[in-house]
């Protein structure tokens, strides 16, 4: 590969460059909210793994986590946070020098 | 789905099944409150012309009131029972939308017991819904609900150049058009996206 091209690729934010927590934030994008039973039927995981990785997220600041109740079950919805939502725009221009 | 990292490919089609996840989600279930406006609107408006025909007794007004009545817990009954495991902008925009034009057809209702002659009630109820209607079906970029919304503005002013409880046939019209047909409509659509994600 030549010099030039290696020198104008953008990192990819090592965090939404994982299979997983690319999937949920490319779904909270375009989101107000969803519940993490949303998240986990749309994405396929499992509900430890998903759970590990909005934990990742959430410290990340790059999503909100509330954790509450809908009638007596439990129920956590998640939320894109400005943070969020700026790296997942960087990570779509790096992505972009790539394909480009 | 494991978390695992990507190629720069994987990444792309990644975000794009996802996105396209959320956009499927948005006519769920939504024709569904469409017809249920519609068919209370179209059955009580057609029993009051009814009555009001053949007795002339003014009282029979009241069953306008049935519309809120029925209409508000059934469509609450019905938000309940839709998926909520997610709440796109769109939804978001339209609960809104319709919260305050809710308010502002039960406002322009009650006003009418201090002065049943300050407006053309039928009118003013019709070209609110209406715009509603259209402004639903642009949030949503749906064209069909657009249409119906603005046929719906037009046909409002019918009501000016009719008289009496008239009216109240154009009205039945309007919850056709504005409600029932985009219902189906929109019902129709979310059923064949269904089936194509199914297959």
Known sequence: MPKDNVNSFRELDPLLHSQLRLAVMSLLISLEEADFVYLREKTGSTAGNLSVQLDKLSQAKY???????????????????????????EYLEALKTYIG | MEDKNLTQNESLEIISRMIKE?????????????????????????????????????????????????????????????????????????????????????????????????????????????????ISGLVIRFRPIVVAGFLGILLSFGMLMVAGINQILIFALLAVIMLIIPGHILNNASRKVKAENNA
């Open chain 2, 22 to 134: 959320t956009r499927n989600n948005m006519e769920r279930g939504g024709g569904n409150i469409f017809l249920l406006w519609g068919y209370i609107c179209l059955i009580v408006s057609l029993a009051v012309y009814c009555l009001l025909s053949n007795t002339g007794d003014y009282r029979f007004n009241w069953l306008w009131f049935a519309i809120p009545v029925i209409g508000y817990p059934g469509m609450i009954y019905m938000l309940k029972k839709r998926e909520k495991g997610a709440i796109t902008i769109a939804s978001r925009v339209i609960s809104n939308i319709w919260i305050v034009l809710g308010i502002v057809a039960g406002l322009l209702s009650i006003y009418m017991f201090v002065d049943y002659k300050a407006y053309p009630i039928m009118f003013v109820m019709s070209l609110l819904i209406n715009s509603g209607v259209a």
């Open chain 1, 63 to 89: 999503i909100e986590v509330d954790k509450g109740y809908s009638g007596k079950k439990p129920r956590t919805v998640c939320r894109i946070t400005d943070t969020g939502r700026k790296a997942f725009e």
